[in-house]
């Protein structure tokens, strides 16, 4: 006999908690900030449930530090927070990309600089990528429902444990606060990834060695292993003030232990695209409304279709390129001025025509404007 | 108080030679006889080493911690306490130190120490004070005198110094002692008894940095080694005879000793007893 299923309603920001809990996140440590705060909310009551741990900081700065404290201490370990809370946690996200700390951050966008406003945007979309200095590469994935909220906050925990990186869930104030359907499936039978646990001995064990994956083991504190952790640029015991070498080896090897895996990081929806001679290239929450126009613009008999991708960092340079060489038209739709934009140009190998659609007012991108732009080229 | 053991003996049991060093400090500087004086506390209290983890901020004095045969984690600058934090909250069987600056600790990471405090975390809190930010080449920092000069302070400073042993008993520490690097078997002992309290341990170390604040303000605790350590001979008063001394008396003293023993509910313990009751209510 086939099991029931569990269908429930679901707000955007429980989803990520129920994605949290059931990935194994077993600590959070937040701030409130709206949009973010049902995500705060509803982990204090989620966590201690599951013998995990919540508590409220003094900060975000405090927030990430403390995130970082217990996924040094091998408890699986996230946080959230909207731009301006993200914009203090920037300094320690760097710390947990040298240091190899795994955690996930999920990011609530508000529209506008500043203390901005609480309604929905995606302005965030390239600070998420450049905000902390130095050079460095993560992972950012963009849910477009409810349902996504569950499944990519179990994927980023996944690969923030597999790659010992920060992984960022680049959520939005409208996805944050609507209500959708999702199919839980048991906890217990969700795909967990642990990170790594040292191969070599304790007296071989060198803190940032890393086998061809390019991820060193990462012992618990309280084991065999002297775990040294260091906030600096580092050689493969910790030391600090390595040579230009291995400077450069080490900072390599951050880079491509992400890089190695293009061909199977990115991930794109790719909708209605296989006759299209059009393609709106849109991501989160504004690929819905392009959704809606889709079904219109193909009623009309335009041959248009979307590709969306759900891993914006790093971003699907390969699928995009093709993308270019299949269409004669790409529109891109953001809820901001303009920012993958420039990445879709940078990877219009096959000269398509590039036209945007944006949107900052802090309301969901209008259906009727990406149709308008979809008839104009059709 | 225990048997002072030979240096030769806590080097080999609880130092990692090939680590000492590499995080360079000016000579007489007083950084390693807080690490020495921290070794002897840890072998005394004969915690396994694999249980330790020791933070680190950015700072100078004391940055030699992470030769110690503990774990270690060097973070950013200030935020050594909100790690600890999260660590301890998460993993309470581990017993945890930072040891920081006196601009790691209460400047730039003031908000820390604070919150910390005030929950009562089972951490212990080390700072090295100095009365500069000497890692930068000396810039006047939170506790630096009223008057004194800095790098950044050319004509003196203007800014009243912050008393951290004051902050942390107001904020809530529920162990809160002052100690000296001239005074260093005194120094043990209280470091141990910081590691042994169960609740939020400070202990603000007066700590000689002949090099920057010395060199800048011989007037004021000499521009030696030998001089700033006498300086804190002279001018320090224990906490029992204090009590006895008016304030005027005071002025321009260091008042040493335990300002702070007490049991309060810590963190990790009430938040265990969330857990247990939110299990019930599922």
């Keep these: 006999m086939d099991k029931q299923k569990n269908v429930q309603l679901m707000q955007g920001n429980e989803a990520v908690v129920e994605g949290a809990i059931a990935a194994g996140v077993r600590f959070f440590a937040g701030y409130p900030i709206t949009p973010s705060t049902e995500i705060l909310e509803r982990i204090s009551v989620r966590l201690p449930q599951v013998g995990g741990k919540f508590i409220q900081m003094e900060d975000e700065i405090a927030s990430i530090s403390a995130v970082l404290g217990a996924s040094m201490g091998g408890v699986k370990a996230m946080t959230a927070t909207s731009g301006p809370g993200f914009a203090l946690m920037v300094e320690t996200i760097g710390y947990a990309i040298v240091a190899e700390i795994p955690c996930v951050v999920v990011e609530v966008q508000r529209v506008g600089p500043g203390a901005g406003m609480v309604f929905t945007s995606q302005q965030d979309t390239m600070s998420i990528r450049w905000a902390t200095p130095g050079g460095f590469e993560t992972i950012t994935l963009a849910p477009a429902s409810v349902k996504e909220c569950f499944e990519l906050t179990i994927r980023a925990v996944n690969l923030s444990e597999r790659f010992r990186v920060p992984v960022f869930l680049l959520s939005d104030a409208h996805l944050a606060h609507i209500r959708e359907k999702v199919e839980v499936p048991n906890y217990n039978e969700v795909l967990r990834v642990d990170r790594t646990r040292p191969t070599v001995p304790p007296y071989k064990f060198l803190p940032y060695e890393a086998d061809e994956t390019g991820v060193p083991g990462m012992p618990d504190f309280g084991s065999e292993y002297r775990c040294k952790i260091v906030a600096v640029l580092h050689d493969k015991t910790g030391k600090y003030g390595p040579s230009p070498e291995e400077r450069t080896f080490i900072l390599k090897r951050l880079h491509n232990k992400i890089l190695a895996h293009l061909d199977e990081l990115p991930m794109v929806e790719e909708y209605m695209l296989e006759d299209a001679d059009i393609a709106v290239f849109s991501y989160g929450i504004c690929a819905r409304a392009v959704k809606a126009a889709l079904k219109t613009a193909r009623a009309e008999g335009i041959k248009v279709g979307l590709m969306r991708p759900i891993t914006l960092w790093p971003f699907p340079k390969e699928a995009v390129s093709k993308l270019t060489s299949r269409v004669s038209d790409i529109i891109v739709a953001e809820m901001n001025s303009g920012q993958l934009l420039g990445e879709v140009e940078r990877a219009n190998e096959g000269n398509a025509n590039i036209r945007f659609v944006g949107q900052e007012d802090g309301i969901v991108m209008d259906p009727q404007r990406i149709l308008s732009a979809i008839r104009e080229v059709g | ?282």
């Design chain 2, 1 to 282: 108080m225990a048997k002072i053991a030979p240096l030769a003996e806590i080097v080999e049991k609880q130092i990692d030679m090939l680590t000492y060093g590499q995080w360079g400090i000016c000579a007489g500087c007083g950084g390693g006889i807080v690490v020495q004086a921290l070794a002897r506390a840890v072998d005394t209290i004969g915690i396994p080493n694999k249980d330790i983890v020791i933070l680190n901020g950015i700072h100078c004095s004391g940055s030699q911690a992470a030769s110690l045969k503990c774990n270690f984690i060097g973070g950013l600058h200030g935020r050594s306490i909100a790690y600890a934090t999260g660590l301890k909250f998460a993993r309470p069987d581990l017993t945890v130190i930072t040891v920081q600056g006196d601009g790691d600790a209460v400047g730039i990471g003031g908000n820390h120490f604070i919150h910390a405090a005030r929950r009562n975390s089972d951490i212990t809190v080390v700072v090295n004070n100095n009365f500069i930010y000497g890692r930068t080449g000396g810039q006047y920092g939170p506790t630096t005198p009223k008057g004194a000069f800095a790098t950044s302070a050319p004509y003196g400073t203007v800014d009243r110094p912050i008393d951290i042993c004051k902050l942390a008993e107001s904020a809530g520490a529920t162990f809160v002692a002052r100690g000296t690097t001239y005074h260093v078997i005194e120094l043990v002992d209280i470091l141990e008894k910081a590691i042994r309290h169960h609740g939020f341990s400070v202990l603000d170390i007066i700590t000689q940095c002949p090099t920057a604040f010395g060199r800048y303000n011989p007037s004021l605790m000499g521009n030696s080694t030998t001089e700033m350590l006498k300086w804190m001979r002279d001018h320090s008063v224990r906490i029992d005879k204090a009590k006895g001394i008016g304030t005027q008396e005071l002025e321009g003293k260091l008042v040493i000793g335990v300002f702070v023993d007490k049991e309060a509910p810590v963190y990790e313990d009430e938040y265990e007893k969330i857990i247990q009751a939110a299990k019930k209510v599922k």
